[in-house]
């Protein structure tokens, strides 16, 4: 087992995977850009080290100060989180050239997956449904051969791409040449690589997908599936497991999809495999494969009753991953939250500011996943989530009740949250029936059917709240003490116990 | 005491242990059970009603949180034009934003309420103005320059 981990990474996933390095015994180095000096992922490790300027390009995707931090440290390994470098195969190759382990899939895994065009043909290859439709045209008659082929609405999507970079849904032959051309566009600007695939788009689909896990003895198992058809901009909200939709035969079918998709590019560690599933016709097509540890996993912790992060490190050290398929069943349901600093009201444009008061649920089957604290400032350097709220109870129903309850408590003041949004859509029809489709919330803002906007409900008792608030605090420190101290490893800043 | 909250008038009077509110027709007794300042939380009991609140103050904003939900008010009553913001004998900037015009230098005499200089945030302009008659000790930002919420724009010396 390793002595030290680095975690390149920040914010609640960092303190995620620290957790799991304490309970193992191992010791944690965090790394951080000078927008995070005071964050809490800084204060939780053993040892931290700056990495540079505020942009992520100067901090947490800046290769070599990464694998630096780590030779400097003697961290034997380093764990990526998700986003930043979690999928970039060059990293994951060139922490291993640095004699260090990277804890996740291999470098060729990853590449293999990144690849749009590529892991649709080899799916194709390992029996895996997907969507149909075409890689590896060129000309501008041929894309029209194919939309025509496969009929419209299409999508045509970067082979090099994700986060919805390069892609674009075509609903009629005329508008096909100007999305062809703005998509190969994007995708050269974000990706350096113009090439296309073009395939069917299904309009009113639910994103399901499968958690797979694996080690590198080739033991690799599948954990179930989430539900995550809850998004806005393409962004995951509201994630919950098991999905109200599939029965037990449609689970074991996509779940050995998965699992024979991971094994077609030889996967270990964590992964999961995300799949469009058609509610008309209970059929599943594969999406795509995330080749990282997923920021919804703790629902299928909760479920499964695994801790997902820990076994990632002890499969990366070399243990056998030694339980069956046979040894999981799903124990109840849970649900994830995810609370953004972002104004739902104002096209969720996210919110800035000092978290002026911020106090987090408690109670059972609640878990709280979160980097921030009261006095945290909420900067635009990076995405706005504040916490996540996740919620583990009996059934479906008894979860819901639970998560609308620990959103009542969940206090946050100084940033505009999307709690009442997420509370609308706990509290709509469409989602206890579980007909939340993908494009679910568009349609429904569109429709107006969500009631969120927190300054039309303003309350008498709010008003009287507000106004008694000056005289009962009169004469008391009516703010938390906010911290100017600029050294992080600070005795008076280590805080174990970090929540208010 | 009188004050507004954007544009809701109430009237606050002490009476026995608690107070009486006078929100439009309605007289409300209202009294503080107990005060946590460090969590921002109040225990009240609202016409014997037990209502638990949390508020936090940044300046003229009120975040107040009952039954689960927030929501910012802005005290009127005693801003009523423009927005002030002292800290450390600076003024600082309230949001972060662009500044859009200054319209002093080190040097000149400025009298109170005096618009100093505008800061452009999220479509709105807000004015930052003199707190007293004084003498602009330093300006710290110029137009089109980008401030941080707090950030010091002007120091005003008397």
């Known amino acids: 087992m390793f002595n030290k ?11 995620r995977i620290m957790r799991a390095c304490r309970e193992l015994g191992i010791k944690t180095v965090a790394v951080y850009s000078e927008a995070d ?20 390009k100067d901090s947490y995707l800046h290769i070599d100060k990464i694998i630096a931090a780590a030779k400097k440290t003697k961290a034997e390994a380093i764990h990526p989180g998700y986003g930043f470098l ?26 293999a997956m990144g690849d749009k065009a590529e892991s649709k ?7 895996v449904p997907t969507v149909l439709g075409f890689e590896g045209l060129e000309s501008e008659k041929d894309f029209k ?22 892609m674009r849904v075509v609903n009629a032959g005329r508008e096909l040449s100007e999305a062809i051309e703005s998509a190969r566009r994007e995708a050269l600007n974000a990706f350096g690589d113009e090439r296309l695939l073009i395939e069917k788009y299904l309009t009113d689909a639910h994103h399901i997908e499968i958690q797979v896990f694996g080690d590198r003895q080739g033991n690799l198992i599948h954990l179930f599936e989430r539900e995550c058809s809850v998004q806005r901009r393409h962004q995951k909200i509201i994630e919950e497991t098991p999905s109200p939709l599939l029965t037990p035969k449609l689970r074991k079918e996509m779940g050995q999809a998965a699992v024979a998709a991971a094994k077609a590019v030889h996967y270990f560690n964590a992964g999961t495999v995300e799949f469009i599933f058609d509610p008309k016709t209970s059929d599943y097509y594969f999406l795509e494969m995330n080749t990282r540890l997923q920021v919804e996993h703790p629902i299928t912790e909760l479920v499964a009753g695994i801790d997902l992060v820990q076994w990632q490190i002890r499969v990366a050290a070399g243990e056998n991953f030694p339980f069956k398929q046979s040894d999981f069943i799903q124990r109840g349901h849970a649900i994830e939250c995810r609370v953004y600093a972002e104004d739902p009201a104002n096209g969720f444009l996210p919110s800035t500011g000092k978290l002026l008061q911020y106090i987090e649920p408690r109670g059972p089957g609640i878990r709280v996943d979160s980097g921030f604290a009261a006095g945290s400032e909420v900067t635009h350097f990076y995405d706005p989530l504040l916490a996540k709220l996740i919620v583990h109870a009996e059934n479906r129903e008894a979860a819901v009740h639970k998560m609308q309850q620990a959103l009542r408590e969940f206090v946050t003041h100084g940033v505009v949250t999307n709690i009442d949004f997420m509370q609308a859509v706990l ?27 927190m300054q039309e409900r303003a309350s008498v008792l709010h008003v009287i709240a507000a106004a008694l608030a000056d005289v009962a605090f009169a004469g008391t420190k009516s703010q938390p003490a906010i911290s100017n101290e600029t050294d992080p490893f600070s005795p008076w800043k280590q805080m174990n116990n970090y929540r208010n | 005491m009188k004050v507004t909250f954007d544009s809701q008038a109430l009237e606050i009077n002490p009476s026995g242990d608690g107070y009486i509110v006078m929100l439009d027709d309605k007289t409300i007794s209202v009294q503080v059970v107990r005060a946590d300042a460090e969590r921002g939380q109040m225990d009240l009991l609202i016409d014997g009603r037990r209502v638990t609140a949390y508020v936090s103050t940044d300046i003229t904003k009120r975040w107040v949180t009952v039954n689960g939900q927030t929501m910012m008010l802005t005290k009127t009553s005693d801003a009523k034009r423009g927005v002030r913001h002292d800290y450390a004998g600076g003024l600082t900037a309230p949001m972060p934003g662009q500044v859009r015009s200054v319209s002093v230098r080190a040097g000149d005499a400025v009298k109170k309420g005096q618009t100093l200089l505008t800061i452009e945030a999220m479509k709105m302009e807000i004015r930052i103005q003199a707190l007293k008659d004084g003498k602009i000790k330093a300006v710290y930002v110029s137009q089109g320059e980008t401030v941080e919420r707090e950030q010091i724009l002007i120091e005003v010396e008397e």
């Open chain 1, 5 to 15: 981990i680095l975690i390149a990474n920040r914010g609640e996933i960092a303190i």
């Open chain 1, 37 to 56: 000096k005071n964050s809490l992922h800084v204060q939780f490790a053993d040892e931290a080290i700056l990495l540079g300027a505020p942009a992520p």
């Open chain 1, 86 to 111: 979690s999928e970039n195969a060059s990293f994951a190759q060139e922490v291993e050239s640095a004699k260090l382990i990277f804890i996740g899939p291999s470098a060729d895994s990853i590449r």
């Open chain 1, 121 to 127: 043909a080899r799916m194709k290859q390992a029996g």
């Open chain 1, 145 to 166: 051969k194919a939309a025509e082929e496969i009929g419209y609405p299409v999508l045509v999507k970067a082979a090099a791409g994700g986060g919805g970079k390069g």
């Open chain 1, 427 to 453: 509290a709509h029809d469409d989602f206890a029936k579980g007909k939340v489709t993908t494009r679910w919330v568009e349609k429904a803002l569109e429709s107006n059917s969500l009631l969120f906007n």
